[in-house]
Every structure is written in C-alpha cells, then in structure tokens.
C-alpha cells in the first residue's frame, strides 16, 4: 500500500493553508456528500483552482513519468521496503487535501486498487469496485482489487461510460487519479459495450448506437461479408422503466405484502412520497445513464451460421459484442406461466446481481459469483421468472438436474408438468408450447452415436429457440464443452453461476467471452456477518511426523510413499480422533475428506466410523447419508473427493480434512462450502468449524498454505494449532505404541509397494451415480492433469475432462504406432461385430 509520508503531508497542510482541507481537518466520520461536494480536487467540475498544481500531478504519475526517474518522488532508505526493489514505493503521488476521509489508493503501473475497508464511505466504494475492478483480496482492514479489461468490460456491459469510471474512481481515490489509470480506462472501456449481439425474431442482429462503429464493422474484411443484404434499421432503445424482477422489493406481490403490513402496523408504513435516495454517487449515475438509452439504434442483421465469426473478429478488433436479449418485445416466443410464488422474497445480494443483468431492461448474458451456499439455484429460478420464456437449464450431474427441478417447484408457480428432467434415465418433455428443461453438460455435449430417445430429445433441445440458459457451476466445465453448447443449443440469454471462479489457465477468459462478463461477485464475510450463511473457524493442525514415519520420509525418493506417509502420519490420525470425538461431545456432526481413498478406508475403520468413497454401491451412500442426517448415533462420515460438491448436508457443523488434492484451492473452497449452510446458523453464536491436518515439515505444509489462498482472499483467516490441549490424556487413542505404529508403517510401505489404491479410482464426480456397467460409458470425470498442474503449481485446481483424456495426458504428444495400431485393430473387430449383429 502506499504509505503516507513526508511529502505526501507537506502537500495536505499546503492545502489546508488555501483552506480547501476542511474534510481533512474536520472531525468526525465522512458523509457521502464528503466525496460528491464541489471542493473535490478531482472532480471534473471544480472551480480550476488547483489545476496547474494538479496537471503536474498527473504528469508526474503516468507511467512513462514514472520511468522517467527525473519525475519520480526521490527513492530513500525506507522505498526498499515497498516492493521490487523500491518501485512499488508511490509516497510521492500528492494526496488530495482530504484524503483521509477519501477510501481508495490506486496503483498507477498494475491498476491495483486498495480500500480502506473501515473508512467510513467503503461501502460506497465497495459498491462502485466490484462493478469495475476484480475483487483480488477481502480481508478486514483492506481489501484489494484490480482494473483489467475483462473488469471493465464487465463495467461496460451493466451501462457505465468510461467517463463515468474515471469520474468516480477519481472521486474515491486519494491522490488524483493517475494518467496511466485514466488512459488505460479509456482505451479498455471506449470500444467494449458499443456492439451487441441482439436477437429479434430469432435473427441474429449486431447492434450499436454509434453509426460509426457499425460503418467500421461493415468495411471489415471478415464482417462485411456476414451481413444479410438490405437489413439495416434504425430503432430507438428501449428504457429500463416497467422492468421489475420479482422477488424484489418493488416487485407488485412484494409492495401489496408491505402494505398489509403497513395497515397492521403504522411505523411500518412507507411515505407515499417518500422517494428512495440514490445510495451513493455511482447509483446516482446509473440512474442518468437509464435516460441516455432513449438514442436511436442502428443494427444490421447476420447470418446465423457467421455468429461465431463475427464474435470471434470483433473480440479481435476489440469490439467484444455483448449478448443482450430484449425479451419483452419477443413476440415470437411463447411466454411461459411463471412467477415466484407470493411468499418468496430474493435477498439484498441476489437482487444485486440480478439488476447487473437486468439494468437496462433487457437479460444481459454473464456470470454471477455467489458463495457456496448462498441461494445461486433461486438467482437462476428469479431470472427465469423475470425472463419468462423457454428456460434449459445445465448442472453438472444427474442428482443436481433433479435438485433444481425441485427448487423450480419450491420457488416458484411453475406447473409440474411444465418442467422435465433430461438425464440417462428421464427423457421427459414439457407438453405446451414452452416450458423448462433441466439436464446435465455430459448428456448435451456427448458425442457418438445415441440413443433413439436420446437423439429425439437433444433433436428437440436444438430444434427450437431458448430465452434462457443457466449453466449452474460454470467454474468445472472446459471452454470447448460451452463451445458445443452454445453452437448445439439456441439461446437468446446465459447465466452462468458459480461460487468459485478460478481458473487460472487462462479458460477463464474464454467463459468471460463464450458466456459473457462477470456480472456481480458477492463477498463471503458480507454474507456471514449477515447471517446467510454459517460463519467458519478455520484452523490448520500441525501434526509432527511420528519419529519412524519421518525417518522414512527422508530416506526415501518415491512420491507415492512419501505422500501416503505424511497423510497416514499417526499422530495426524490421533488428531482426528482426538477432533472427531470431541466435537460429536459439543453435538456436531462432522464431516471427515480424503482424498487419499487408502488413507479413507484406514482410518475410517481404525477409529470406527462410516464412510464413503468411489466404490461404495449407490444404495449404501443413500443409507450412509441418511444416517448421517437422520441418526442421532451417526455423528461422523468419511468422505472422498467424490463429496466436494453436489453434497447438501445442513446437518454438517464440522469438517476435518485429512488430505486433499494438492494446492487445490478450488476444493478447499467447495469443501468448506459443505458447511456454509449449516442449519444452525442462525444460532446465537453459532460456529462452524473447518480443520485442515497437515503433517509437520513435509511437502503437505506447503499445498496447504496454497490451498487456502483463495478463502484468505475471501476474509477467512487459519489459526496454526500446534497443540491440541488433552489429546495425550484421551482414552482409547490410536496408535499409543511404537509398536503399533511401526507395524502401520510396514502396512503403509507394503501396500505402496504393491500399489493398493490410493486415490479414488472412481471416475465419476457425482455422488449420485448409478452403479453398474452403464456408468462407464456416460458423463464427464474428475480426472488429474500432470504432475505440476495437480500439485497447484499452475494453480490449477481440477481439471474436468471426458474419461479419455487422463490416457491422453500420460501419452506423449504424438501417439505411438503401436498404439495408433492396437486401436485400428480393436476398431476393426468392433466393426466386424456390429455387421455380425
Ligand atoms: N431468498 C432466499 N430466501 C430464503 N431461503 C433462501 C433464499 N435464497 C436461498 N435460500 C436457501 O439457501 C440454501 C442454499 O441455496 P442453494 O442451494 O441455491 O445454494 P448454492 O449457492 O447453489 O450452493 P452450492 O454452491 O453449495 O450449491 C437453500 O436451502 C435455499 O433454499
């Protein structure tokens, strides 16, 4: 962060001299008006008192000044402290008279911005950044975005000009916004958000309201020829106004409520003329921006089958085309009967990322970020029913298709029989005109040969015009497999949600563009404070390798050992048992993961408790969990990685993970998850509990602080317990004896040796599946990429892949001929057999 120094408050108490550092100098919390007065140095219409002094400023802050080292504050013996040899030292950009009461610094190479969460306008602030910038860190006291052009043109895509960022960047900040920020905005945000990509009539229209741009388009080599002759037309935008999402406070069913209420109780009544005030200057200009959409349109038609070009040569001209869908003067889709029922009202934070989709009265498509948890199936149900059309909606197994149909009936009025299930076993259509279909990525994106009522259902996936599609855990699904989504299956809106978007291998840009830009991300501590979901202590165990596993884990140089010796460490399985035993005595119920399905098996029945893993037949998961939820004996259960997600256990208030997938951060995310929904949480005082059992000194300490990045950034904090109090006086403790624990060590050595399983060999993710030979042939796979990717050192997390391509990545590129050969043969006799048959 820059510091505040010497120079910095020479600067303040000049102003102050001028008498312009009255909010500096003023006592007292900062009000709203603090940053919107006209004493704002920044602010575009100030009296252009300061403006000499303020240019050079800013000439001083561009970048190119930067480098400039003739311009730059000078270096002294502290700036070594701040990063890159001194260059990230920023005490010489002047602060504004009234810095203090102003949230923001902004770093003028990198767009790092960094918010003074206690000030006392961060709200506002907050508000405003995660509609520009990516929200990187969130911990109490500062919280760290950064500008990028796919944040900006997520900014762009929900209606702010650049102006409008840069005026209000500049109203937060602390120090007059750097040249560098200003022209990177402006060359980011000035061409994003000018086309669309509009369907009307179910033609595919680009559309702009700057006559311009569509002239360039038109002249381009690759677009030109896309255009279907004689289409162009000039119409003027629609406005916001009528758009109300349900669920909402202003929804109709909603006001009606609160008026009943009103009449029941006086204070409760609102003024009739009483007008909502804009919450703070960004809301304020949205609210201008609604009425600069009455502008006339042009727009010219393409060809549906140049969508995909035309998208393609935009992005690289830098005219990325949002999708937008003007439902409501779609007359040629049938309207679908459904609303939230009367009683259902959506939360502050799912209103929020709603009105990032809907803020110009049409259903922009984009990703909206919810935390494990936090209602993101009554999100896509309320964009549905804002949209009311023709909804699919994709999950990633079979269990959750069912799931969703289920919330569909829960929340809204949706006819039963107009919502069907898509999946291996339920091929059911709706019988009107419109309706919803729930189904599952593998069954829409399988390729080969299908079944004759397969075939016929996908026929009527792609055969007709969808208003929208939810694609629910976007965060899983490879960027090819929305490719053959989005070309198989027509749809005029995507909403993509997830808690968890991390992908750092770059397929993360590609959703940004295949689906649309992230609309809203919700802050995790925000949520917990506010009781939507449980708050979490999370504690890491250090657990000292036991004196002959350590020995052995020096010695040797195979991973495999090295790594089912740190994860079978017996004082690590004390742990647990010390952990499992007294948090059933508190009534938890707890939740024990490995990933390690040796280590599972061992140590579930070494300390007597239930598991679960690949294997286990589907009958015994349902008994095991319902156990787990209903019995008041059943207290724990083992699972594998296979109960990350599409898990809801609200009975869970503890989880104890044993070992993991590396440096995933995606699974410690989605595993604490688990119990963010805890029952309990409104409890006074409730807690949920999350540990994490590391052996001390070996590469597991290592994984395990990178796993947690992602929830640090989030706001969680890991205490270190050394120590766990008691746990050497428990009775019963396992593996008391050097006997029995020298005897675990040869079992550990021998059956890695002989290559006992060790990770679940299980393909399937879903922990729903149906046993039996069927399985093999359908559905995507949690499957492992190589060596670096799984440790997180690319900071990869899973990869999600068809079953084939874990062979694939063993193999080296190009395939042997002896392979290429074994496969013509084996294709040959399949051949053969099939014209036998
Ligand atoms: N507005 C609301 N009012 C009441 N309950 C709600 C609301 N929104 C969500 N819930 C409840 O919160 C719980 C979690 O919702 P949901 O299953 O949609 O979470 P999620 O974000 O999809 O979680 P995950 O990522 O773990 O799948 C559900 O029990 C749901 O009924």
Redesign the pocket.
Same mark, same amino acid.
């Given at each position: 962060m820059p510091p505040k120094k010497r120079k910095a408050s020479a600067n303040v108490a000049g102003a102050a001299k001028s008498g312009r550092a009255s909010a500096a100098s003023t006592p007292g919390p900062a009000t709203p008006r603090d940053i919107d007065s006209s004493d704002d140095p920044g602010s575009p219409d100030e009296p252009a008192e300061d403006e000499e002094q303020i240019q050079k400023a800013v000439d001083r802050f561009s970048l190119a000044a930067y480098q400039d080292k003739s311009k730059r504050g000078p270096i002294d013996a502290a700036s070594r402290y701040f990063g890159d040899n001194g260059k990230r030292d920023f005490s010489y950009l002047p602060l504004k008279p009234d810095s203090k009461s102003r949230p923001i610094w902004i770093d003028p190479q990198r767009g790092r911005i960094i918010l003074e969460n206690f000030s006392a306008l961060a709200e506002q602030a907050k508000d405003f950044l995660i509609t520009v910038a990516e929200p990187l860190s969130r911990p109490t006291f500062l919280h760290e975005y950064s500008l990028t052009p796919h944040s900006l043109y997520a900014a762009v895509s929900v209606g702010l000009q650049p102006q409008d960022i840069v005026n209000t960047l500049d109203r937060f900040s602390k120090t007059p916004l750097p040249e560098s920020i200003v022209s990177f905005i402006r060359s980011c945000a000035s061409s994003y958000g000018k086309v669309k990509l509009v369907i009307k009539d179910t033609k595919y229209f680009v559309e702009s309201n700057d006559a311009e741009v569509l002239q360039k388009l038109l002249k381009d080599p690759v677009i030109g020829p896309c255009r279907v002759q004689g289409t162009d037309t000039v119409t003027s935008a629609p406005s916001m106004g009528g758009l109300v999402i349900p669920g909402t406070s202003n929804a109709a069913g909603v006001q009606q409520a609160q008026l009943r209420q009103g009449q029941q109780s006086e204070n409760a009544q609102p003024e009739a003329d009483e007008k909502p005030q804009p919450e703070n200057p960004f809301d304020a200009l949205r609210e201008d921006d609604d009425d600069d959409n009455q502008e006339a349109v042009h727009a010219f038609e393409i060809l549906d089958t140049s969508v995909e070009i035309v998208q393609k040569r935009c992005l690289d001209i830098q005219y990325p085309m949002l999708e937008e869908y003007d439902f409501r003067n779609d007359d040629r889709n049938a309207n679908l009967e459904i609303d939230l029922r009367p009683a !259902? #009202?959506? &939360?502050s934070y #799912?209103e929020k990322s709603l009105s990032k989709m809907f803020g110009n009265g049409r259903a922009k498509s984009g990703i909206i970020v *919810?935390?494990? $948890?936090? $209602?993101? !199936? *009554?999100v896509g149900i309320t964009a549905a029913c804002t949209i009311k059309k023709g909804t699919i909606v994709l999950c990633t197994s079979t269990m959750s298709a069912h799931q969703w149909r289920q919330?569909f009936l829960k929340w809204s009025n949706i006819g039963p029989q107009d919502i069907a299930v898509f999946t291996a076993d339920s091929k059911q259509k709706f019988p009107g005109n419109t309706g919803i279909i729930v189904t599952t990525y593998p069954m829409v994106t399988q390729s080969g040969k299908r079944a004759y009522d397969s075939q016929k259902m996908m026929d009527f996936l792609t055969g007709r015009e969808w208003g929208l599609m939810l694609l629910d855990e976007v965060h899983v699904v490879p960027a090819n497999i929305f490719r053959k989504v989005s070309h198989s299956i027509k749809s005029h809106a995507k909403l993509g949600l997830t808690?968890t978007l991390l992908r750092e291998d770059d397929k993360i840009q590609d959703l940004n563009f295949l689906i649309g830009p992230k609309l809203y991300e919700a802050n995790w501590m925000e949520l917990s404070e506010q009781g939507h979901i449980a708050k979490v202590q999370c504690a890491e165990v250090w657990c000292p390798m036991t004196t002959e596993f350590y020995d052995e884990y020096l010695r040797t140089k195979d991973r495999g050992l090295k790594q089912n010796l740190y994860v079978m460490n017996p004082a690590k399985i004390q742990a647990c048992q010390f952990l499992i035993d007294y948090h059933e005595n508190r009534g938890d119920k707890i939740i024990v993961f490995s990933d390690n399905v040796y280590a599972l098996i061992h140590v579930a029945k070494a300390l007597g408790r239930l598991f679960i893993c690949g294997s286990t037949p589907n009958s015994e998961r349902m008994d095991v969990l319902d156990n787990f939820m209903h019995n008041p004996l059943v207290k724990t259960v083992f699972l594998s990685k296979i109960g990350d997600t599409s898990l809801?256990l609200p009975e869970a208030t503890c989880l104890i993970q044993i070992s993991s997938h590396y440096g995933s951060r995606r699974q410690e995310a989605q595993r604490l $998850?688990r119990i963010l &929904?805890a029952k309990r949480r409104s409890d006074e005082g409730f807690n949920a509990f999350f540990y994490s059992l590391v052996s001390k000194d070996t590469a597991e300490m290592y994984y395990s602080t990178k796993r947690q990045a992602f929830l640090v950034d989030q706001g969680y904090s890991f205490k270190v317990i050394t120590q766990l109090a008691g746990m050497d006086k428990m009775e019963n403790l396992t593996f008391k004896t050097p006997k029995d624990r020298r005897e675990l060590l040869q079992k550990v050595i021998v059956d890695t040796e002989a290559k006992r399983p060790l990770e679940d060999g299980d393909p399937t993710d879903d922990l729903f599946y149906t046993a039996g030979g069927r399985r093999k042939k359908r559905g995507v796979r949690r499957t492992a990429g190589t060596l670096g990717e799984l440790s997180g050192g690319q900071d990869m997390a899973y990869i999600e892949q068809r079953k084939g391509a874990n062979k694939a990545l063993k193999k080296k590129p190009g395939k042997s001929a002896f392979f290429k050969k074994i496969g013509r043969e084996k294709q040959r006799m399949k051949d053969l057999a099939t014209q036998e048959e």
């Open positions: !259902t #009202q959506i &939360r #799912q *919810l935390p494990c $948890g936090a $209602g993101k !199936t *009554l919330e808690a809801d $998850g &929904r």
